[in-house]
């Protein structure tokens, strides 16, 4: 419970085909209880927080669906993680787990780098909490007189002092040249590149 009102259930289960009927029940029970507050009962959400093995699979996929759209009682979130997200998530937080420390963490652009180049799970995981979880947010959002230019000026910097000139001159082809792609991602383009030729034939 929270000052705006808003009630959370955090419940730790397995992600099987009897969870929605599971987190159903316990909603039923909630809206039974006279000690809860009816301003909760309006505005309240159930965090489901289930570990898995490497990869989420389509029916699994599926059955996360099933329970966040479900419209019966109050909101509801699927949180899942494996044992490799865990410990890099544990590597990158150090042992800091509040929200502030958090947010600079996923804020931090080199950070977010390593994420689309080498697959970081341990930022990927954070980065889901994050979505999943409604009453956090992102603390470093300042007002400011600044452009959106102004940012991907600062962004663009950073990667090559370059880029930003070619961005403004509409130089695509040498932008090219200074953005680095992941083995997978290279792959990726070329076999999209190879499909769209084979099409023109």
């Known amino acids: 419970m929270n000052n705006y009102d808003e009630m959370y259930f955090v419940i730790e289960t397995e992600l099987d085909k009897n969870t929605l009927d599971e987190v159903i029940s316990i909603c039923a029970e909630v809206e039974k209880d006279s000690q809860v507050k009816k301003s909760y009962k309006s505005n309240w959400g159930v965090i489901l927080i289930t570990a898995i093995e490497g990869e989420l699979t389509w029916q699994q996929r599926k059955r996360v669906m099933s329970i966040e759209e479900n419209k019966f009682f109050c909101r509801k979130y699927v949180l899942w993680y494996n044992d490799e997200e865990k410990k890099k998530l544990e590597e990158i937080c150090g042992k800091d787990y509040g929200s502030s420390n958090m947010s600079t963490i996923l804020e931090n652009y080199d950070l977010f780098k390593e994420f689309k180049i080498n697959n970081n799970v341990g930022y990927d995981l954070l980065s889901r909490i994050f979505i999943k979880l409604p009453y956090l947010n992102l603390n470093s959002l300042e007002t400011t007189d600044k452009t959106i230019l102004d940012f991907i000026k600062i962004k663009l910097n950073n990667i090559h002092p370059e880029l ?38």
């Open 164 to 201: 930003y000139r070619l961005l403004v001159e509409d130089n695509n082809s040498e932008i090219e040249d200074y953005v680095l792609l992941s083995d997978n991602e290279n792959e990726s383009i070329n076999k999209k590149i190879e499909e769209l030729l084979e099409g023109k034939k």
